[in-house]
């Protein structure tokens, strides 16, 4: 849900202003210009969880939504997790972050994916009734102390001359709303998803909306590119959705939910819904006849013709039907709710004209008679150039201005939240003058999830996969509360004592598991004759632990639990803890191995570069090419410098060195007479001036030569 250009009128009469929500704690405000720490524009995802987190960090704090009935809203599919993304879930639950347990309260099909492969990519993932999901998430933010909720438009920004030690031409104020009054903040999050500048299309009709039915954002698009932020354009889309009794099941393949189905919170002991209630998937498959469909009506789709970048990852059927010809592409038919008659059908995202779409549909088993209750569209809107953001997601352009959400060139739920919650928490850090609450590539998926955003940019809609992290086998599902919720709790402040205690709790619980399992050694033979459905290895001479053996498929604490039962009973009857415990037995020695590893980059990221450094003007080895990159890219250590591509090992040696040299010699020169031919500024500045002029002039030369 986001905010709309000049939707007030549309909304409420000028005589009768929306009301403000109020929770416990927050100000009743001047009728003036009421003042918030932080102001949270959007009420999606991103914008939900931005909020929630900042008042949980004990700032006052406004979410500004065009409607109170739309947060919670999901926009696209109903379903929440997968591979990736579920980590990214059980991550923002570790912060205290509200889509897991919500999921865990309105889910209708849970399933854990890669479950053929090891716990540490496992994704949990669930289809979801998106009518309790958006009831249960609009109680808890209507129901968080701090947090105000209001109906309204923003069309503007209010700025002011920025802090003198810190980069940025300005700083955000607040906010102006579509009825010409204003908001004063501390920090303002923007999390506009697809309404900046959005476009619906479906075959060759444009729309200007965000999403179907909703108006986009013109203002705000304006204002952030008048302050120079690069602006990119993507795409995205949605299938049509299905009348489910309109649709043969009967020979399709079923596909079963999981029994029993696996939370995504910590602090959820099981899911609402018994096993049994669960409701079935179904999958069919394309049809060559709807290749034939959609290669003889190209011209009549825009969407598809245009040449802005749309997802790789879920990209309509017209594309797969393009990149791979004369195949049969899969369909998953998944129910919208328990009550609900609606069935999204994902795989078949178009945005061909309607009557082509019904053509589509009915081409493939089981939808020969299927009725379209509302077709599939496309989607473009603008998104801001994630590299212009710090790793805490606020602007490196203007001060106090945070981005998170599709706005940053994401895709995903999840994505959405997970920085969602990594915004609200730094934004209300900022306020009060905290150090930002940083989540590295060693210590979470939202580490690389936001490190890859702002260090390397995407020119596509960015969404999570366990292949981009370097160390999965210490980040998994199972272990992100250990990594993350004492430092949400300690630094952050935005983790409750409740969430707090449990993880406490499951850490010694582990620790102490672990050591007893250790500590209970016998022969190999002896473990043979206990459990001889444990094929252990006859060549090892030592004793071995109940640790060791754990380690072995065929094994699991129930099991030990019945052999040894003393002191392994106990362990056995937490089921959470034993699941972990043999989680931890299987990646012991992978995790250590791994560590090193872990240590090398954590240097690396402890070694930070200034952020005003000017990278034209310092007299470091650097070629104009890397000095270029190094300048659009402002890393922030250098660990991210040396993700950027281009970046050579000897331009990481010379700028470590200059840096290091340069430290202490910079400290003193603050001292020497502020003559030009002492004061080394205007020689920098002067030689960053021509360095500058010679890298416009290759572009420009550039420019002519591919004219």
């Known amino acids: ?91 923002v639950d570790a912060l205290d972050g509200l889509c897991g347990r919500v999921c865990d309260r309105s889910g209708v099909h849970y399933k854990v994916l890669n479950r053929c492969k090891g716990p540490a990519v496992w994704g949990l993932r669930a289809q979801i009734d998106r009518g309790l999901y958006k009831e249960h998430m609009q109680k808890e933010i209507l129901n968080t102390p701090l947090l105000t909720v209001h109906e309204a438009s923003v069309e503007d920004l209010l700025l002011t001359e920025p802090e003198p030690d810190r980069p940025g ?107 049994e209630d669960q409701l079935l998937c179904y999958l069919t498959r394309t049809t060559l006849k709807a290749q034939e469909i959609i290669c003889d009506n190209l011209h009549l789709n825009n969407h598809v013709r245009e040449t802005t970048r749309g997802p790789r990852y879920c990209p309509s059927l017209e594309s797969k039907v393009l990149r791979f010809p004369n195949r049969e592409h899969q369909v998953w038919l998944e129910p919208e709710g328990l009550e609900s008659n609606v069935i999204y059908p994902q795989g078949v995202s178009m945005t061909l004209p309607a009557e082509l779409q019904e053509q589509v549909i009915r081409s493939i088993p089981g939808l020969e008679k299927a009725k379209i209750l509302q077709p599939g569209y496309g989607v473009q809107y603008d998104f801001l150039d994630p590299r212009q953001l710090t790793a805490s997601l606020e602007s490196r352009l203007v001060q106090r201005l945070f981005f998170a959400g599709q706005i940053n060139g994401t895709t995903g739920y999840e994505e959405a939240a997970a920085q969602g919650v990594i915004a609200g928490i730094n934004a209300c850090l900022r306020v009060r003058g905290k150090p930002p609450f940083i989540v590295s590539r060693t210590e979470g998926y939202i580490g690389v999830l936001i490190d890859d955003l702002t260090t390397l940019g995407t020119s596509e809609p960015y969404r999570m996969f366990t292949s981009r992290v370097e160390f999965r086998m210490s980040l998994r599902p199972d272990n992100a509360d250990a990594r993350l919720t004492h430092r949400g709790f300690e630094e952050a402040g935005c983790v409750s004592q ?83 415990l043999k989680i931890e037995a299987a990646y012991e020695w992978c995790v250590e191995n791994q560590q090193q590893e872990i240590e090398e980059v954590r240097r690396d990221e402890a070694l930070r570069l200034p952020e005003d450094l000017d990278y034209f003007a310092i007299d470091a080895s650097l070629s104009l090419e890397v000095r270029e990159k190094l300048d659009s890219n402002r890393p922030q250590t250098i660990g991210a410098l040396s993700r950027i591509p281009g970046i050579t090992p000897a331009a990481i040696v010379n700028l470590l060195r200059f840096v290091k ?37 290759s572009s420009e030369e550039k420019q002519e030569y591919l004219c």
């Not at 549309?10 to 210009?33: D, F, I, T």
Request: charged share 20%; with cysteine.
């Open 498 to 580: 409740q969430r707090y205690e449990e993880a406490v709790k499951m850490r010694a619980a582990l620790e102490d598991g672990i050591a007893t399992l250790k500590s209970l050694q016998f022969s190999i033979s002896k473990w043979s004759q206990l459990v001889p459905e444990v094929p252990i290895s006859s060549s090892r001479r030592l004793p071995l632990s109940a640790f060791d053996v754990l380690r072995y498929p065929e094994a699991n604490m129930e099991l030990l639990a019945r052999v040894v039962p003393e002191p392994l009973g106990k362990l056995a009857q937490w089921r959470q803890l034993a699941e972990r």
């Open 1 to 91: 849900a986001m905010l709309l250009r000049g939707s007030w009128r549309r909304l409420a009469q000028p005589s009768a202003p929306r009301p403000w929500h109020r929770r416990a704690g927050s100000e009743a405000g001047a009728a003036a210009a009421p003042r918030y720490e932080v102001v949270v524009i959007g009420g999606g995802h991103a914008g939900a969880e931005a909020a929630a987190a900042a008042a949980r960090g004990g700032a006052r704090t406004l979410l500004l939504t065009h409607k109170i009935g739309t947060i919670g809203e999901m926009s696209c599919n109903p379903s929440f997790g997968g591979i990736g993304k579920g980590h990214l879930m059980r991550e």
């Open 169 to 275: 031409k300005c700083q955000v104020t607040g906010v102006v709303l579509g009825d010409g009054s204003t908001v004063h903040a501390g920090s303002v999050i923007l999390t506009t998803g697809t309404f900046l500048r959005g476009m619906i299309l479906i075959g060759l009709e444009t729309y200007p909306a965000g999403r179907l039915g909703d108006q986009p954002a013109i203002g705000l698009a304006q204002t952030l590119e008048k302050l120079g932020f690069a602006v990119g354009r993507l795409k995205t889309g949605t299938p049509p959705r299905l009348a489910k009794d309109t649709i043969d099941f009967s020979g399709l393949q079923e596909r079963a939910a999981d029994n029993p189905p696996v939370p995504f919170s910590f602090l959820s002991e099981a899911v609402w819904i018994k096993p």
């Open 661 to 697: 040299t340069n430290h202490q010699k910079a400290e003193k020169l603050k001292a020497l007479p502020q003559a030009d031919k002492y004061f080394p500024e205007k020689m920098y500045s002067e030689k960053a001036a021509s360095q500058r002029q010679i890298s416009a002039k």
